[in-house]
């Protein structure tokens, strides 16, 4: 709601705008930023009183005061509006007001201000960048007190100065806006990438399961068929053959399930856990042999089957997930080799592939950075890995290519929060 004000010379109340959220940002540095400002004035003018006033929806408040002994005025005490101070003129009229001496005049004379003996009045209205009320800077006197052409003009660069602190104000809360939403663009856009990482191993596990159960389905049909032709003395290791065909291919099936149930859960729940780092690391690779034989990658684990890691293992998996995806993957050629080690609390990728740029390895994990352009990638895997790696695994990461390329990821035993 915006208030109304008494404006002198006019019958209708005034209404001006408001911008409440930005001035209750203020802070209080500000606010003895401008007393200096007050007290300068009042030492050059040789007044009584310097003001700023601060216009709210029911009242004003004097915001700063002058620190001179003379100044009887009461920081941050508000006064109602509605009443004809000389502030809601100078609001109401958007301008600049001086009254020599209100006892010698009529049109003042009931003014709550004249009642308090401040006769002498200079003020101009502050307001913020676009355009909305802050309230007044004003100066008082008991006496009649005139001002040269020179001293108004200084007192109007003392206002443009404080009016500069509200530009500045105004501008960080924009920028503070502007990042605020530049995050929320950031969580949707690694939310999104998330949900393109599970679709991604979804169908990978799809493929994958899809064959041995095929295989599976084809081998049983054969055993009904065999089993018809019981009669004419079929051999039994064809019999023995199909059965151990089936049992092969269910077991690889659920072994693909078993993986997929154990990275989905992980994820899903976001805990500290001890994994066997080796175990681990093949269950990932499981769930992505359909990719791994699409972009004709060979991967070699060596990784000791002893060491334990306690540490968030669905993030774990994300981040092995997303740098194959988009750390390798997108380097394979027509035949290349992935080797995964680990030694000195660091876990290693190193592989055959396309040689990245030195140029590229400098912005690798920015966000929209590509290791290959041509590809249909949205330049935000790498920099997913990066902020998981160092924000929940507290870890780092980086990446060397001469003739092999390396991703190195620290890893470390994470403490329960």
């Known amino acids: 709601m915006n208030p109304k004000l008494k404006v002198r010379g006019k019958e209708e109340r005034v209404e001006v705008k408001l911008n409440e959220p ?11 930023k401008w007393q200096e ?14 003001l700023i006033m601060k216009l709210h929806e029911d009242d004003l408040e004097i915001y700063a005061k ?15 509006i509605g009443v004809g101070h000389y502030c809601e003129t100078v609001l109401g009229n958007d301008d600049m007001l001086f009254v020599k001496d209100a006892n010698e005049d009529p049109f003042w004379e009931d003014s709550p201000d004249v009642k308090a ?8 209205p502050l307001k913020w960048p676009g355009g909305e009320s802050f309230g007044t800077m004003c100066m008082l006197d008991s006496e009649v007190n005139d001002y040269t052409k020179e001293q108004i003009e200084l007192f109007v660069a003392l206002k443009n100065n404080i009016e500069k602190d509200l530009t500045l104000l105004d501008s960080h809360e924009k ?4 990042l605020d939403e530049l995050q929320k663009t950031h969580d949707l856009l690694i939310e999104h990438e998330k949900n393109h990482l599970t679709n991604k191993l979804v169908s990978s596990i799809s493929h994958e399961i899809s064959t041995p159960l095929h295989v599976a389905l084809t081998a049983a049909e054969y055993l009904d068929y065999v089993i018809e032709k019981l009669d004419e003395k079929v051999p039994l290791d064809k019999l023995q053959e199909g059965t151990s065909l089936v049992h ?8 693909l399930i078993k993986s997929f149930k154990k990275i989905a859960s992980d994820q899903g729940h976001q805990r500290i856990d001890v994994i066997n780092l080796n175990l681990y690391i093949k269950h ?9 034989r699409k972009y004709n990658l060979h991967v070699d684990t060596r990784v000791d089957e002893n060491i334990l890691i306690k540490t968030y293992p669905g993030t774990l998996s994300q981040v092995i997930i997303e740098l194959l995806i988009h750390g390798i993957f997108t380097r394979c050629g027509e035949e290349t080799h992935l080797s995964i080690y680990y030694e000195d609390n660091k876990l290693i990728f190193e592989d055959d592939g396309m040689e990245i740029d030195s140029e590229v ?22 920099a997913i890995v990066k902020e998981m790696v160092e924000k929940i695994l507290l870890g780092k990461i980086s990446c060397t290519s001469n003739e092999k390329t390396q991703f190195i990821i620290e890893i470390h035993n994470l403490e329960e929060a």
């Open 37 to 50: 400002i007050l007290d300068l004035a009042v030492q050059m003018y040789g007044i009584p009183a310097a």
């Open 175 to 178: 920028l503070q806006d502007s």
């Open 361 to 382: 390895i400098k912005d690798l994990f920015k966000p929209f950075s590509e290791i290959d352009v041509s590809k249909e990638t949205s330049g935000l895997g790498l």
């Open 66 to 80: 002058s620190s001179n002994e003379e100044n009887f005025f009461v920081k941050n005490k508000h006064t109602s």
């Open 248 to 255: 092969k291919n269910i077991e690889e099936a659920a072994n």
């Open 284 to 292: 990932v690779i499981s769930g992505l042999k359909y990719d791994i």
């Open 22 to 32: 930005l001035a209750n940002a203020l802070e209080k540095e500000i606010a003895d």
């Open 117 to 124: 003996n401040m006769i002498n009045y200079l003020g101009l």
